[in-house]
C-alpha cells in the first residue's frame, strides 16, 4: 500500500504561516506527480496544489495563488505546502496526494491520512 504521511497542520491566527510536509516512500513517490488538496466542513474535496516529478512544474488553485507554495525534494522522497497569509476560509483537513498529471485531479489515486489546518478569525 502507498504510504503518504502528513505533519505540520495546527492552530494559526489569520495572517500566520504554517509548512505542511509529506513523506512517501522512494518508490511511491519516483515519477509520480504530487499534490495537495483539502477538504473543509461541509464542502467537498479541493484541489490545492500540484507539482510535476520530473520538471518541478508547479500548479495552484486560483483561492491559494500568490499565498501558498508548493515544492517537493526528491532525495528526502518529501513534498510540502507553505502556507502565508491564511485565511479562515483556509480551515480544513489538508491531504497530500500522489497522481499521474499534476494539473488533473482525477488522475490522483492515493491520499495520505490528512492534518488540521485551522485559521482562526
Known amino acids: 500500500q502507498v504510504q503518504l504521511v502528513e505533519s505540520g497542520g495546527g492552530l494559526v491566527q489569520a495572517g500566520g504561516s504554517l509548512r505542511l510536509s509529506c513523506a512517501a516512500s522512494?518508490?511511491?513517490?519516483?515519477?509520480?506527480?504530487m499534490g495537495w488538496f483539502r477538504q473543509a466542513p461541509g464542502k467537498e474535496r479541493e484541489y490545492v496544489a500540484g507539482i510535476s516529478w520530473s520538471t518541478l512544474n508547479t500548479y495552484y488553485a486560483d483561492s491559494v495563488k500568490g499565498r501558498f507554495t508548493i515544492s517537493r525534494d526528491n532525495t528526502k522522497n518529501t513534498v510540502y505546502l507553505q502556507m502565508n497569509s491564511l485565511k479562515p476560509e483556509d480551515t480544513a483537513v489538508y491531504y497530500c496526494a500522489r497522481g499521474r498529471i499534476a494539473t488533473i485531479h482525477t488522475t490522483f489515486d492515493y491520499w495520505g491520512q490528512g492534518t488540521q489546518v485551522t485559521v482562526s478569525s
Open positions: 522512494g518508490r511511491t513517490f519516483s515519477s509520480y506527480a
